[in-house]
Nanobody, 115 residues
Framework: QVQLVESGGGLVQPGGSLRLSCAAS????????MGWYRQAPGKQREAVAI???????TYADSVRGRFTGFRDNAENAVYLQMNTLKPEDTAVYYC?????????WGPGTQVTVSS
């Protein structure tokens, strides 16, 4: 059973930055396309970044140019660098495979952007 654990969230002011990390109990990142997802209160979960096996990352329009997703296969981790954060980025952030597997959802990490 794979367990994914996200970390790095917190409270930040608009315009600030955070780096999220995702670790796995098994080495799954090198063989899989990984995604960063978020769910804001009252909204459906959405994908914000897809980190392909090649290392290329594609982004949702809402975060393109501000977020950078990348992987470190040696560290068995994926990351999401979030810059120029906006209040609308407030959400719980998760990592999972692409497409996501129900059993792989971790607890997520809360990101709150507020002054």
């Amino acid at each position: 059973q794979v367990q994914l654990v996200e970390s790095g969230g917190g409270l930040v002011q608009p315009g600030g930055s955070l780096r999220l990390s995702c670790a796995a109990s098994l080495n799954i990142f090198s063989d899989n396309t990984m995604g960063w997802y978020r769910q804001a209160p009252g909204k459906q979960r959405e994908a914000v970044a897809i980190v392909w096996r090649s290392g290329i990352t594609t982004y949702a329009d809402s975060v393109r140019g501000r977020f950078t997703g990348f992987r470190d296969n040696a560290e068995n981790a994926v990351y999401l660098q979030m810059n120029t954060l906006k209040p609308e980025d407030t959400a719980v952030y998760y990592c999972n495979l692409v497409p996501p597997l129900d059993d792989y959802w971790g607890p997520g990490t809360q990101v709150t952007v507020s002054s």
